[in-house]
């Protein structure tokens, strides 16, 4: 009689969950359905601002005009006849590289290629929840879909998408011991060179030697080919356009950054003394990194160093989805949790671009995450998921 009870509660277990997990998706769905609906009107507005960048740069890189790709004035001329006269520049930042895999889109007329784009990048958020739902559950499907930081980047003709796919495919390989895998995955953020930084910490912390030398030998292939296509004129002429803080286009709206710049620039006393402030204590939060266990080196050093790192908008932050999802599934530690589900939440996104007053806080809950990271001492190290199973057997 006992053996048939507990068989039916199991059974009754078994049902509830699958019951939670079905409940998940179908929020998870509508969640993305809503977003991308209450943000489709910016899509026009999109084909021409963030978008048309990409597309230029594809359509110079087809046609072979690599030397003078990051040539302001070319950019510009190419931007007029796509979207009309009297425009400014909405320059191409990225590497040679990453505009010859862009390339084929200029096949296209600038309105099929962002039609075509578009649909690629919700197909890679598809990919990305189905992967996050076979690691860690549909729960975790739910949180990264609230994630507003995906939806703004795709709305807007941005590879937030893509940036957050490429972070994930690189911490779950790290977290199956597949260091080599990993390096290789991180490597390729390098089309968007600066949210690089975190992750290559990440694995300096962790002392991932194999993988740092995947990412290593990574990175230098693609130097190679990127001097291969650019010659030595196109890449004197991209560090200067780089390296010019005043070349059009570059930093635009400095106070809408999500990172300690955008701090300095709202904040109403000199941004020197923010950078010593805030910054300072950011610093040593990423450094403590170098004596936390893997999960919160992670945490640690990806999200201080992006914090730290210049020219970041809220939909760069796509490449935190990694730590903060660890974030979230700290239940056991309440301020860590709850801070992560905070920046994971569309609240944060709507609080960030409603005002400097409520953007100011959440800089303070982004550094309050970080804080309650490293609060959590040398505890035992949260191994991943399958060396847990592996121990619980």
Same mark, same amino acid.
């Given at each position: 009689?006992?053996?048939?009870?507990?068989?039916?509660?199991?059974?009754?277990?078994?049902?509830?969950?699958?019951?939670?997990?079905?409940?998940?998706?179908?929020?998870?769905?509508?969640?993305?359905?809503?977003?991308?609906?209450? !943000?489709?009107?910016?899509?026009?507005?999109?084909?021409?601002?963030?978008?048309?960048?990409?597309?230029?740069?594809?359509?110079?890189?087809?046609? !072979?005009?690599?030397?003078?790709?990051?040539?302001?004035?070319?950019?510009?001329?190419?931007?007029?006849?796509?979207?009309?006269?009297?425009?400014?520049?909405?320059?191409?930042?990225?590497?040679?590289?990453?505009?010859?895999?862009?390339?084929?889109?200029?096949?296209?007329?600038?309105?099929?290629?962002?039609?075509?784009?578009?649909?690629?990048?919700?197909?890679?958020?598809?990919?990305?929840?189905?992967?996050?739902?076979?690691?860690?559950?549909?729960?975790?499907?739910?949180?990264?879909?609230?994630?507003?930081?995906?939806?703004?980047?795709?709305?807007?003709?941005?590879?937030?998408?893509?940036?957050?796919?490429?972070?994930?495919?690189?911490?779950?390989?790290?977290?199956?011991?597949?260091?080599?895998?990993?390096?290789?995955?991180?490597?390729?953020?390098?089309?968007?060179?600066?949210?690089?930084?975190?992750?290559?910490?990440?694995?300096?912390?962790?002392?991932?030697?194999?993988?740092?030398?995947?990412?290593?030998?990574?990175?230098?292939?693609?130097?190679?080919?990127?001097?291969?296509?650019?010659?030595?004129?196109?890449?004197?002429?991209?560090?200067?356009?780089?390296?010019?803080?005043?070349?059009?286009?570059?930093?635009?709206?400095?106070?809408?950054?999500?990172?300690?710049? !955008?701090?300095?620039?709202?904040?109403?006393?000199?941004?020197?003394?923010?950078?010593?402030?805030?910054?300072?204590?950011?610093?040593?939060?990423?450094?403590?990194?170098?004596?936390?266990?893997?999960?919160?080196?992670?945490?640690?050093?990806?999200?201080?160093?992006?914090?730290?790192?210049?020219?970041?908008?809220?939909?760069?932050?796509?490449?935190?989805?990694?730590?903060?999802?660890?974030?979230?599934?700290?239940?056991?530690?309440?301020?860590?949790?709850?801070?992560?589900?905070?920046?994971?939440?569309?609240?944060?996104?709507?609080?960030?671009?409603?005002?400097?007053?409520?953007?100011?806080?959440?800089?303070?809950?982004?550094?309050?995450?970080?804080?309650?990271?490293?609060?959590?001492?040398?505890?035992?190290?949260?191994?991943?998921?399958?060396?847990?199973?592996?121990?619980?057997?």
């Amino acid at each position: 009689m006992s053996e048939a009870r507990e068989m039916e509660h199991v059974k009754t277990g078994r049902r509830a969950a699958r019951q939670r997990s079905i409940a998940n998706l179908l929020g998870a769905a509508a969640i993305l359905i809503f977003s991308f609906t209450a !943000g489709s009107g910016i899509l026009p507005h999109a084909r021409t601002q963030d978008f048309l960048n990409l597309y230029t740069g594809a359509s110079l890189a087809r046609e !072979g005009r690599f030397h003078r790709l990051h040539d302001p004035a070319v950019q510009l001329e190419r931007e007029r006849e796509l979207a009309g006269a009297g425009r400014s520049l909405v320059p191409f930042v990225r590497p040679h590289f990453y505009a010859l895999v862009l390339s084929p889109l200029a096949r296209l007329s600038l309105d099929a290629a962002f039609r075509v784009w578009i649909a690629l990048q919700a197909s890679l958020l598809l990919l990305l929840l189905f992967l996050i739902g076979r690691d860690r559950g549909s729960e975790a499907v739910l949180i990264t879909a609230m994630f507003a930081c995906l939806l703004i980047g795709l709305v807007h003709g941005q590879d937030s998408v893509l940036i957050a796919l490429l972070a994930y495919l690189g911490f779950r390989s790290l977290e199956r011991g597949r260091e080599v895998q990993g390096g290789l995955w991180w490597s390729l953020l390098l089309v968007k060179f600066h949210l690089a930084a975190g992750p290559f910490l990440v694995l300096a912390a962790g002392r991932k030697w194999r993988a740092i030398g995947a990412f290593a030998c990574a990175a230098a292939a693609l130097a190679a080919i990127n001097f291969g296509l650019s010659g030595r004129e196109g890449a004197e002429l991209y560090i200067r356009f780089l390296s010019n803080p005043f070349s059009e286009g570059l930093y635009p709206a400095p106070e809408k950054l999500a990172c300690l710049q !955008g701090l300095g620039a709202n904040l109403p006393i000199p941004a020197a003394w923010t950078y010593v402030l805030a910054g300072l204590p950011v610093a040593l939060l990423a450094l403590l990194a170098f004596r936390r266990p893997w999960r919160q080196s992670a945490c640690l050093a990806q999200g201080g160093a992006l914090y730290l790192t210049p020219h970041v908008y809220l939909y760069d932050w796509s490449v935190l989805v990694p730590a903060l999802l660890l974030g979230a599934e700290e239940k056991r530690r309440p301020r860590v949790r709850g801070l992560s589900l905070f920046l994971l939440s569309p609240l944060s996104a709507a609080a960030f671009l409603a005002s400097p007053y409520t953007q100011a806080g959440v800089h303070g809950a982004y550094l309050m995450w970080l804080a309650a990271i490293a609060m959590g001492g040398r505890r035992r190290e949260n191994r991943p998921a399958e060396e847990d199973a592996e121990a619980a057997s």
